[in-house]
């Protein structure tokens, strides 16, 4: 059974962190499909995207899209563009229950200009980040569970996230 828990968003909105807690909380495994990508490679994502293109490291989604089917009962952290092209929110429903990890666009803004090198942001001003993620929005918005998290703490998103999923239990036993 396709059972995991499939964490989608915006950059800066903290897949990882919650990921992490939230792995730990249910007994699982984190997966993290950039992981997966950079294991492959031998080399980070700046380094992948500085030396091939993001055409490349797109396709590099891909193929970790196609592995995460043999994944049963872990959380798995997407990149934050891996969602959002046409058939991707389907495939991804398909693995298990996709939630997205929603937010002001301000503050995942914010919180991703701090977390360090993202190669998408390199180069784009504040408005051209804001017509991605407005691109990104559509695709996101078709995942099972939504958490805002604007101004909440990891731990707080984590709680959220459990929250929503054993509603959701109820509501499907
Ligand atoms: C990307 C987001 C990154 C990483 C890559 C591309 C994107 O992951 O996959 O830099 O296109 O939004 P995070 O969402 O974890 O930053």
């Not at 059972?3 to 992490?20: E, Q, T, Y």
């Not at 990508?37 to 797109?58: K, L, N, V």
Request: aromatic share 6%; glycine share 12%.
């Amino acid at each position: 059974m396709a059972d995991n828990v499939i964490l989608v968003g915006f950059m800066g909105a903290g897949k990882s962190s919650v990921g992490r807690l939230l792995a730990r909380r249910l007994g699982r495994c984190l997966v993290e499909t950039d992981d997966m990508i950079t294991g492959r490679e031998g080399r980070s994502i700046p380094e992948i995207f500085a030396a091939e293109g993001e055409a490349y490291f797109r396709a590099a989604e891909d193929a970790a899209l196609g592995l995460l089917a043999r994944k049963h009962g872990e959380v798995i952290a997407t990149g934050g563009g891996l969602p959002c092209r046409e058939g991707r929110p389907e495939a991804l429903r398909a693995l298990g229950t996709v939630v997205w990890l929603s937010g002001d666009f301000g503050a995942l803004y914010r919180r991703a200009l701090r977390a360090g090198e993202r190669p998408m942001l390199a180069g784009r001003s504040r408005d051209d980040v804001l017509a991605l993620y407005r691109a990104r929005e559509p695709f996101y918005r078709q995942a099972d569970l939504t958490v805002d998290t604007t101004s909440l703490g990891t731990d707080q998103v984590a709680a959220h996230v459990l929250a929503a999923l054993r509603s959701r239990e109820r509501q499907r036993a």
